[in-house]
């Protein structure tokens, strides 16, 4: 079979002889017992190598003293360290008193979010969300996992939205939040999209930020998790939208979450919060109730250890020369594979730490099935949409990050032969 034939061209019997040859391959490979995982978005080991200097740098016979004169070994801060604060607080564009700094996990301040939305409200005179008899989020999918887990906890009902090349559908959005005030709020990941790899144009941050919606207390959850996590030298750029939401009169529609989870440590970097002034304020108020400071200590190991942003982004260029052969490794093993077979799509993104595949509609959870068989596990079907069900069951997350590129090219090959096997199925029906 030459490269790239077009399946949908070929006869039956060239299709079956087709499949008696990949299925050959696919028993090779499940003789070799492999056990590789493309399923979670973690940094490899050589990644997490270049932060170890972080460990060494507070020495106890060092100050441990913030620029504001916080002692980050006691109590206090609520909204994390001052020279911390300056630091993230390019990051995302804002000013350091539209930011609140937490612990190791931005994820975890979402669901702090979004649980105290529940338990008191976002706005005065507007009732709690949880005391409402329905609430709803929008949910761009593809989208991240955990977003969708959270609103199925809290039993938020969860509305798909479609993903286009340049952000999600607005078109349908608009409608909807215009005469639905049950929709509380939207999820969105901007900059270098899970799983997509898509950054918001410029448009949609400026629909996004002026539409209007019938609940006066609608909020974006705005997870810029990716947002200087770039694979080229010539990064995406990402509109502010806490600035268009100022300038649209929307100051406070905008929740924004980052952290340092994948420019220092998973598990122990910084996490920050974003928004209006007003809604720091009232944050700070709750958030005293719920615990009497951060890790400052990890917030200043993390300033000495990163400096300033010219220095973030050196940091993060290291990350991407580890990194970007596994993205190109993969990139090029689907062109090769199934490139021109008319059997799937797939993202090529400029930054972040996902692969997105389409497959023929009705194949991806066969295809996940079929790799795990023999040992590949990748990221179940079906979990980048709300209930963990893609309605067209063709999207497959690939995360190249952590693997070697041993076990990836093994993995990529592995996955390839197992989509045009479930292809041919599917064609000869
Ligand atoms: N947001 C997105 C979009 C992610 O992909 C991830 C991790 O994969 C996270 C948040 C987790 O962030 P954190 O480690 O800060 O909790």
């Not at 080991?45 to 504001?68: C, F, R, V």
């Not at 079907?381 to 076990?407: C, L, M, Q, V, W």
């Amino acid at each position: 079979m030459e490269f790239g034939t077009d399946f949908l061209k070929l006869g039956t019997d060239q299709l079956k002889d087709l499949y008696q040859e990949l299925q050959e391959k696919y028993n090779e490979f499940k003789s070799q017992n492999l056990k590789l995982d493309m399923s979670r978005g973690k940094p490899c080991p050589e990644q997490l190598e270049l932060s170890m200097e972080m460990l060494d740098i507070l020495k106890s016979d060092e100050q441990i003293i913030a620029i504001d004169g916080a002692d980050c070994r006691n109590y206090g801060g609520v909204d994390g360290i001052l020279e911390a604060k300056e630091l993230f607080a390019q990051i995302l564009g804002v000013s350091t008193k539209e930011i609140i700094l937490g612990g190791n996990s931005s994820l975890n301040m979402m669901f702090d979010t979004l649980s105290r939305a529940m338990l008191f409200g976002v706005r005065k005179g507007e009732m709690p969300w949880g005391k409402l008899p329905k609430v709803k989020f929008l949910c761009p999918s593809p989208g991240y996992d955990r977003h969708f887990a959270i609103c199925e906890l809290l039993n938020i009902e969860m509305i798909t939205i479609d993903m286009n090349h340049d952000g999600p559908d607005m078109d349908t959005i608009e409608m909807l939040v215009r005469e639905d005030d049950s929709i509380k709020g939207i999820w969105c990941v901007p900059k270098y999209s899970n799983p997509d790899g898509t950054t918001y144009s410029d448009e949609i941050v400026d629909r996004l930020s002026c539409m209007k919606t019938k609940a006066r207390d609608f909020r974006i959850f705005w997870d810029d998790a990716y947002t200087v996590h770039h694979l080229t030298d010539t990064p995406d750029q990402l509109k502010n939208i806490l600035a268009a939401c100022k300038t649209a009169g929307y100051p406070n529609r905008v929740y924004m979450f980052s952290s340092t989870s994948k420019i220092t440590f998973p598990g122990s970097g910084v996490a920050m919060l974003a928004t209006s002034e007003e809604n720091v304020n009232s944050i700070k108020k709750q958030l005293g109730i719920q615990t009497i400071g951060p890790d400052k200590i990890n917030q200043l190991r993390h300033v000495r250890f990163l400096q300033s942003l010219d220095n973030l982004n050196v940091h993060m260029k290291k990350q991407a020369a580890i990194i970007k052969p596994k993205f190109d490794l993969v990139l090029h093993h689907l062109e090769v594979d199934l490139g021109g077979k008319n059997i799937a799509v797939w993202s090529k993104p400029n930054g972040g730490y996902f692969i997105s595949l389409n497959t023929l509609d009705g194949c991806a959870k066969e295809v996940v099935n079929m790799a795990a068989q023999i040992g590949v596990t990748l990221t179940n079907a079906g979990a980048t949409y709300p209930y963990g069900k893609d309605p067209r069951d063709r999207n497959i997350r690939i995360a190249p990050t952590f693997p070697s590129i041993h076990e990836l090219k093994l993995a990529i090959n592995v996955l390839c032969v197992c989509v045009q096997l479930i292809s041919i199925k599917k064609i000869l029906g």
